[in-house]
């Protein structure tokens, strides 16, 4: 028969291994959950360094800022300041360094657009919005801060 203090013994033995198992379970599904964070959004080989955007002087974007999370299939509003009024834009959508698409040509630079996020549109963390003069491309270039299209 075993007596009450081995027995207040075995108890305090099997809970230290229960909670060693939990704190294990715990470490393994957040390992699980942040690698398929990486996976869901493609960005598996990121370096995940963010240099920030070199403005030209007098005009910034003001929206999206950086980190912010725009979900596909949301409307948001594309914010800037501006400089000088007279000239058309083009809004572009770059991930990283790469263009991926033209989001609207010709515009009046009035300082806000608003955009319907395509559902389609492949998620990332590394998203700018890149806004150039629309006669002249090369004359300007103004670029955002990294933003997110992912589902929240």
Same mark, same amino acid.
């Given at each position: 028969?075993?007596?009450? *203090?081995?027995?207040? !013994?075995l108890?305090?033995? @099997?809970?230290?291994?229960?909670?060693?198992?939990?704190?294990?379970?715990?470490?393994?599904?957040?390992?699980?959950?942040?690698?398929? !964070?990486? +996976?869901?959004v493609? $960005?598996?080989?990121?370096? *995940?360094?963010?240099?920030? %955007?070199?403005?030209?002087?007098?005009?910034?974007?003001?929206?999206? $800022?950086?980190?912010e999370? #725009?979900? %596909? *299939?949301?409307? &948001?509003?594309?914010? #800037?300041?501006?400089? +000088?009024?007279?000239?058309?834009?083009?809004?572009?959508? @770059?991930?990283?360094? +790469? @263009?991926?698409?033209?989001?609207?040509?010709?515009?009046?630079?009035?300082?806000?657009?608003? #955009?319907?996020?395509? /559902? $389609?549109? %492949?998620?990332? /963390? /590394?998203?700018?919005? /890149?806004?150039? @003069?629309?006669?002249? %491309?090369?004359?300007? &270039?103004?670029?955002?801060? +990294?933003? !997110?299209?992912?589902?929240?």
């Open positions: 028969m075993i007596n009450l *203090g081995n027995f207040v !013994c108890i305090k033995i @099997y809970y230290k291994m229960i909670l060693k198992i939990v704190k294990l379970f715990f470490i393994v599904s957040m390992v699980i959950f942040l690698s398929s !964070c990486r +996976e869901a493609k $960005d598996g080989s990121d370096s *995940g360094i963010v240099n920030p %955007p070199t403005y030209a002087p007098g005009l910034r974007l003001v929206e999206p $800022d950086y980190g999370i #725009w979900p %596909p *299939g949301s409307t &948001h509003e594309i914010k #800037w300041d501006v400089v +000088e009024n007279e000239f058309k834009i083009e809004i572009l959508l @770059y991930r990283k360094n +790469e @263009y991926k698409k033209t989001i609207a040509e010709g515009i009046d630079n009035n300082g806000s657009f608003l #955009w319907s996020i395509p /559902h $389609d549109l %492949p998620q990332s /963390h /590394h998203y700018r919005i /890149h806004i150039v @003069y629309y006669d002249n %491309p090369l004359t300007k &270039h103004f670029i955002s801060e +990294e933003f !997110c299209v992912i589902q929240e």
